[in-house]
């Protein structure tokens, strides 16, 4: 057997337990460490039940994925490691029973808290709740764990939107976590949507005010706890790890890919100057586990360690970059089912951006259902049109921003790592071919949140021509239909085209030539 590497000896053996397990990035943490840190003893996951499924039901589910599909082939007895309890964050002790909590308190010696709700729209009740009071349960009973050696606290990047520069340090919160906790449990449902845009003041949404509020409460625990930040940018596919380009949803940027590609998305309000802040899944979580590493075997620092996992300064990639690249990607891989050529665009001015929406968005989308009702069947566009606009709305914030996040303890931590370590657990911006990555995203959209079979990437190509076709017909016919509807409709108009027209025939190159092909 190879000799284990620094990170894979510190969780030789550890009981890890982890919230937020059945999502996006936690599934993709629990894979890694099965696959990497074999010699861990448990991995506890934080579920409750949903849509008729019982926790276990719902891990044997998650272990049929095909991102866990090396697993199953290669180390199937890793499965066994991974003890789902039955809980849920908005419950007082996380509404584990007694003999659970005895548990944790007891094994537990690494804590990834990555549960959250992710909506970026959620209401404020419902994010403090979820993502602040949810972490305060969390600590208090992380305070009582025998053998914790770290906790690693997942927030986000664009937590503190007042910030022109973001470092890797803890911030004052706007307001007192725990006065708001308060606020939120006794108040009526209507008065506190009344009060929530005083509350959020500068926060473009409930996700990055509770965060943020969720962090003042971890670091008023330093002292007492092994805790530190992790704060990811924007987490898209995976570059390599568990499969390239895997993603189970389709939040941010991938719903975006998807709706372009499928020609639905025609136009987006973005600064093609600004800076894509990004970073693929596999990325981020080989950070979290060399972070909860670090924190547990070096001395404690007077301040609590923060860490942007962020590419700022390292593989510096602007938005109009991205859809360049992306553009030239996606018409070689198209999405089966276009309903239009995909050629949207991004659009710096608010005003031209709202101009399209109007015209290729809200028109066509009341257009179709109209067809769908005159063919009396079920009409889906408009409210379709009505999410991806919702969803536009929320993202565009952080494209028409340039952010800069610093990065040191994290390019420091990587710095520290052993050839081996960083052959394990790669964090390195500089090694990813964007255009690579790019198709593996999405490949990745398509076969893994589209469920569409990659044989029919010929199909769709035909499908895509012939939708160019019809796209070049209908923008030249529309032009001439408008022009020439201009010129019937108006003697000035009229007047100048026919004026123009003889004085170019009366020109002597121009006539001569005209002369001559009337000949």
Request: hydrophobic share 40%; with cysteine; charged share 25%.
């Amino acid at each position: 057997m190879d000799e284990l590497t620094e990170i894979q000896s510190f969780y030789k053996g550890k009981n890890i337990f982890i919230t937020g397990g059945s999502g996006f990035m936690g599934k993709v943490l629990i894979e890694k460490l099965l696959y990497s840190c074999s010699e861990l003893n448990k991995i506890y996951i934080l579920i409750r039940a949903k849509k008729g499924r019982s926790p276990d039901l719902r891990i044997d589910d998650m272990f049929k994925l095909p991102m866990f599909e090396r697993i199953r082939k290669q180390k199937p007895h890793m499965m066994k490691k991974v003890v789902p309890l039955i809980g849920d964050m908005s419950l007082d002790q996380l509404g584990l029973t007694d003999a659970d909590l005895k548990t944790l308190m007891d094994e537990t010696d690494v804590v990834f808290h990555c549960a959250a709700t992710l909506r970026l729209e959620a209401k404020l009740k419902d994010a403090i709740v979820m993502n602040t009071k949810g972490t305060k349960r969390l600590l208090d009973i992380a305070k009582n764990m025998k053998r914790l050696k770290s906790f690693l606290h997942l927030s986000t990047a664009f937590c503190h939107p007042d910030l022109e520069e973001l470092g890797e340090r803890v911030y004052d919160a706007p307001d007192d976590p725990h006065k708001v906790i308060q606020l939120i449990e006794w108040m009526d449902e209507s008065a506190i949507d009344l009060i929530a845009p005083k509350l959020l003041d500068q926060h473009p949404n409930t996700y990055t005010y509770s965060k943020r509020l969720a962090e003042k409460l971890v670091a008023n625990e330093y002292q007492s706890l092994p805790c530190c930040i992790a704060r990811p940018s924007i987490v898209t596919p995976a570059g390599k790890e568990p499969l390239p380009g895997w993603v189970d949803n389709l939040n941010g940027p991938v719903g975006l890919l998807v709706g372009a590609g499928k020609g639905v998305i025609r136009t987006m309000h973005c600064n093609a100057q600004y800076h894509a802040e990004v970073v693929p899944v596999d990325l981020a979580i080989n950070a979290m586990i060399s972070i909860a590493q670090k924190m547990a075997t070096t001395k404690k620092p007077k301040n609590m360690p923060v860490y942007n996992i962020t590419q700022s300064g390292v593989l510096p990639i602007t938005w109009g970059e991205v859809v360049e690249r992306g553009r030239k990607v996606g018409y070689q891989y198209p999405f089966e089912g276009q309903i239009w050529y995909p050629d949207g665009d991004i659009r710096s001015s608010k005003l031209v951006h709202n101009i399209f929406v109007f015209f290729f968005h809200i028109i066509p989308a009341y257009f179709i259902d109209f067809l769908m009702l005159i063919f009396q069947q079920k009409r889906f566009m408009v409210r379709i049109q009505q999410r991806i606009s919702n969803g536009l709305e929320v993202l565009q914030y952080f494209t028409t921003r340039e952010w800069v996040f610093h990065n040191t303890n994290l390019l420091i931590a990587w710095g520290e790592m052993s050839p081996k370590d960083k052959e394990i657990f790669p964090m390195d911006f500089l090694v990813i071919d964007v255009e690579e990555y790019m198709k593996n995203c999405i490949l990745g959209a398509r076969q893994y949140c589209m469920k569409e079979n990659l044989s029919t990437i010929p199909k769709a190509r035909r499908h895509q021509a012939m939708m160019y076709v019809i796209h070049l017909i209908a923008v030249y016919s529309f032009y001439f239909g408008l022009l020439y509807s201009v010129y019937k409709n108006s003697e000035i108009v009229r007047f100048f085209v026919d004026s123009v027209a003889k004085y170019t025939a009366s020109l002597p190159v121009v006539g001569g030539a005209i002369r001559k092909m009337q000949q």
